[in-house]
C-alpha cells in the first residue's frame, strides 16, 4: 500500500540551494548522480549575505531556474544560507526528562543568543553527553529579517524552500555521507575554503561541535588591505586553526 501511495502522490525531489554574495548554487541527487546548475551574480546584489538589489537577485532566480525545470514549475530546496550571517554556539545543559528538553533548549538557546532572540531565528541540535549529567548542543542563530527577505524572494521566483540551515551543517552530513573511513571516535578539523571566504569546523562523533567563518574581504583588512596572496592566506588559515584548537583542548 505504502509504494502504490507514493506511485499515485510520489513525494517532491527535494534539491539544496545556496546563496552567497557570489553567485547562486543548486545541487540535486537524482538517481544517485549529482544535477548541478549556478548563476554568477553581479556585484552588489548581496553584501555580506543582506540582500541589497531585490530585483536582479529575482532575475539571477530567474536564470537559475531555467536550468533546472520547466517555466513556473516549483523547485523545491533546502536552503543555505551564507555563512556570514548565521551565529553558532555550543552549549551544556542539565540532563532533564524527554519531554522538558525542548523548553530548557529553548531557555538555554535565548540566553546565549548573540542577537535578540525576538528578532532572530534560532534551534539546536543535541551532539552527545558530557561528564557531570549534562548534554551537549550547538545552537544556531540568524536574524528573522534576513531569512525572511529570502523567503519572499525565492516565492516570487517560484522556488519553495522547506528547511533553511547553513554552510557548516551541510558540510557536515556531505562529510558523514560520503567520507571514506570517517571514524566516529576521532575528531577532525576541517577547512573549507569557498568563494566568498574560508569556514574552519570542529567535527566530533559524526556531529559539528563548532563553526568559524571569515570572509575573504575581512581578512583583506586584517592584513592591512593588501592584495591577498597565497603566503597570507596559508598564515591567516594556520593564525586561525591554532585558535580553534585552543578552542578545542579547552573544552575537551
Same mark, same amino acid.
Given at each position: 500500500?505504502?509504494?502504490?501511495?507514493?506511485?499515485?502522490?510520489?513525494?517532491?525531489?527535494?534539491?539544496?540551494? &545556496?546563496?552567497?554574495?557570489?553567485?547562486? *548554487?543548486?545541487?540535486?541527487? &537524482?538517481?544517485?548522480?549529482?544535477?548541478?546548475?549556478?548563476?554568477?551574480?553581479?556585484?552588489?546584489?548581496?553584501?555580506?549575505?543582506?540582500? =541589497?538589489? +531585490? &530585483?536582479?537577485?529575482?532575475?539571477? $532566480?530567474?536564470? @537559475?531556474? *531555467?536550468?533546472?525545470?520547466? %517555466?513556473?514549475?516549483?523547485?523545491?530546496?533546502?536552503?543555505?544560507?551564507?555563512?556570514?550571517?548565521?551565529? =553558532?554556539?555550543?552549549?551544556?545543559?542539565?540532563?532533564?526528562?524527554?519531554? #522538558?528538553?525542548?523548553? =530548557?533548549?529553548?531557555?538555554?538557546?535565548?540566553?546565549?543568543?548573540?542577537?535578540? %532572540?525576538?528578532?532572530?531565528?534560532?534551534?539546536?541540535?543535541?551532539?552527545?553527553?558530557?561528564?557531570?549529567?549534562?548534554?551537549?548542543?550547538?545552537?544556531?542563530?540568524?536574524?528573522?529579517?534576513?531569512?525572511?527577505?529570502? $523567503?519572499?524572494?525565492? *516565492?516570487?521566483?517560484?522556488?519553495?524552500?522547506?528547511?533553511?540551515?547553513? =554552510?557548516?551543517?551541510?558540510?557536515? +552530513?556531505?562529510?558523514?555521507?560520503?567520507?571514506?573511513? @570517517? *571514524?566516529?571516535?576521532?575528531?577532525?578539523?576541517?577547512?573549507?575554503?569557498?568563494?566568498?571566504?574560508?569556514?574552519?569546523?570542529?567535527?566530533?562523533?559524526?556531529?559539528?561541535?563548532?563553526?568559524?567563518?571569515?570572509?575573504?574581504?575581512?581578512?583583506?583588512?586584517?592584513?592591512?588591505?593588501?592584495?591577498?596572496?597565497?603566503?597570507?592566506?596559508?598564515?591567516?588559515?594556520? #593564525?586561525?586553526?591554532?585558535?580553534?584548537?585552543?578552542?578545542?583542548?579547552?573544552?575537551?
Amino acid at each position: 500500500m505504502a509504494s502504490l501511495l507514493r506511485y499515485i502522490n510520489p513525494a517532491p525531489s527535494i534539491g539544496g540551494l &545556496e546563496v552567497s554574495d557570489l553567485a547562486l *548554487r543548486y545541487l540535486i541527487l &537524482e538517481d544517485g548522480k549529482p544535477k548541478q546548475a549556478s548563476v554568477q551574480l553581479p556585484p552588489g546584489v548581496i553584501v555580506d549575505g543582506k540582500i =541589497t538589489d +531585490r &530585483e536582479k537577485l529575482i532575475a539571477s $532566480l530567474g536564470s @537559475l531556474h *531555467r536550468q533546472i525545470a520547466k %517555466p513556473k514549475k516549483i523547485i523545491h530546496a533546502v536552503l543555505i544560507m551564507p555563512a556570514s550571517v548565521v551565529y =553558532t554556539q555550543f552549549f551544556s545543559m542539565p540532563q532533564v526528562a524527554e519531554k #522538558n528538553l525542548k523548553e =530548557t533548549a529553548q531557555l538555554n538557546l535565548k540566553m546565549i543568543s548573540p542577537i535578540d %532572540p525576538s528578532q532572530a531565528y534560532f534551534d539546536y541540535q543535541l551532539i552527545g553527553e558530557a561528564k557531570g549529567g549534562q548534554v551537549e548542543a550547538l545552537g544556531a542563530f540568524i536574524s528573522n529579517k534576513d531569512v525572511d527577505d529570502f $523567503l519572499v524572494v525565492l *516565492r516570487e521566483s517560484n522556488f519553495d524552500a522547506i528547511a533553511v540551515e547553513f =554552510t557548516g551543517l551541510s558540510l557536515m +552530513r556531505l562529510i558523514k555521507e560520503y567520507s571514506a573511513d @570517517l *571514524r566516529a571516535d576521532v575528531p577532525y578539523l576541517v577547512m573549507h575554503l569557498a568563494a566568498d571566504g574560508p569556514d574552519i569546523l570542529i567535527v566530533k562523533s559524526g556531529h559539528l561541535y563548532f563553526s568559524y567563518f571569515h570572509s575573504w574581504a575581512a581578512i583583506q583588512n586584517e592584513i592591512g588591505g593588501r592584495k591577498l596572496e597565497a603566503g597570507s592566506v596559508l598564515e591567516f588559515m594556520m #593564525n586561525q586553526a591554532k585558535q580553534v584548537l585552543n578552542f578545542y583542548t579547552s573544552k575537551w
